[in-house]
């Protein structure tokens, strides 16, 4: 067995995060090693979708003052020692979201110091903002950052920018037979992305076992132009 042991802290509101780190936990495994998936809980339930485009407003508007979502308490066994900690989550209004937010003010000292923290997010597109954030906020913890992991929906703009609201709020745009529809086939992420994640666990697993540096591994980043 692979004695590198590996946590996984992650939220996710719409399932994208979670649909990745499924990949993700496929390409880890692959080898026999310890690997403790913590998803983080709200201590009040956050209906998804929203329901309402008020609803979906007032929260791009919270979110963007970084606002906190409370979450129950970690299993104990979140705070033992990690070789890897991976802090996987979607963007909200540019920052990381308000449950991960929640995380780092109440356990961020003693879960991140002296760790190796890898980044993984799941965007619409616009990421940079959010992972320089974090970066900062899980520095001050004492971790030591590496460079992220990154998905952004693959649906071009400005098609995803609106899916994405009217997802959230209630209309479900991918469905039915709108013209909007063509442009917004499918909300988040794809198949082929869900496959590149795998690929992307593999990677991870294989350099940790190698006993190679993490820093040394460069992981693809969207290519998009807007991106960012
Ligand atoms: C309140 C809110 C704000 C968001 N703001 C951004 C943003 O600023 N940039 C971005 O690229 N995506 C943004 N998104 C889209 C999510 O990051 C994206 O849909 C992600 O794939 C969701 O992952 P999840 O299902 O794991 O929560 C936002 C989503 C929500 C709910």
């Given at each position: 067995?692979?004695?590198?042991?590996?946590?996984?802290?992650?939220?996710?509101?719409?399932?994208?995060?979670?649909?990745?780190?499924?990949?993700?936990?496929?390409?880890?495994?692959?080898?026999?090693?310890?690997?403790?998936?913590?998803?983080?809980?709200?201590?009040?339930?956050?209906?998804?979708?929203?329901?309402?485009?008020?609803?979906?407003?007032?929260?791009?508007?919270?979110?963007?003052?970084?606002?906190?979502?409370?979450?129950?308490?970690?299993?104990?066994?979140?705070?033992?020692?990690?070789?890897?900690?991976?802090?996987?989550?979607?963007?909200?209004?540019?920052?990381?979201?308000?449950?991960?937010?929640?995380l780092i003010?109440?356990?961020?000292?003693?879960?991140?110091?002296?760790?190796?923290?890898?980044p993984f997010?799941?965007?619409?597109?616009?990421?940079?903002?959010?992972?320089?954030?974090?970066?900062?906020?899980?520095?001050?913890?004492?971790?030591?950052?590496?460079?992220?992991?990154?998905?952004?929906?693959?649906?071009?703009?400005?098609?995803?920018?609106?899916?994405?609201?009217?997802?959230?709020?209630?209309?479900?745009?991918?469905?039915?037979?709108?013209?909007?529809?063509?442009?917004?086939?499918?909300?988040?992420?794809?198949?082929?992305?869900?496959?590149?994640?795998?690929?992307?666990?593999?990677?991870?697993?294989?350099?940790?076992?190698?006993?190679?540096?993490?820093?040394?591994?460069?992981?693809?980043?969207?290519?998009?132009?807007?991106?960012?």
């Open positions: 067995m692979d004695n590198k042991r590996i946590l996984i802290l992650s939220y996710s509101y719409s399932s994208q995060t979670r649909n990745l780190l499924n990949g993700l936990m496929e390409g880890l495994r692959e080898k026999d090693r310890e690997i403790h998936w913590e998803q983080l809980t709200l201590t009040s339930e956050l209906r998804f979708p929203l329901g309402s485009i008020a609803a979906t407003v007032i929260m791009m508007v919270q979110t963007f003052f970084r606002k906190r979502y409370p979450i129950l308490p970690l299993s104990p066994v979140c705070f033992e020692q990690w070789d890897l900690v991976i802090v996987a989550g979607p963007t909200w209004s540019y920052s990381p979201s308000g449950p991960i937010l929640s003010d109440r356990d961020g000292q003693k879960i991140f110091s002296g760790k190796m923290v890898l997010i799941s965007c619409r597109g616009y990421w940079r903002v959010h992972y320089f954030g974090l970066k900062g906020m899980l520095r001050r913890c004492g971790a030591h950052v590496l460079a992220p992991i990154v998905f952004s929906h693959p649906t071009p703009e400005p098609w995803r920018t609106i899916g994405v609201f009217l997802k959230l709020a209630g209309r479900a745009p991918e469905a039915g037979s709108s013209w909007f529809r063509r442009f917004y086939p499918k909300y988040g992420h794809s198949r082929e992305q869900i496959a590149e994640s795998r690929k992307l666990g593999l990677v991870v697993g294989q350099a940790m076992q190698a006993g190679d540096s993490l820093e040394k591994v460069v992981f693809p980043v969207p290519v998009k132009t807007e991106d960012g």
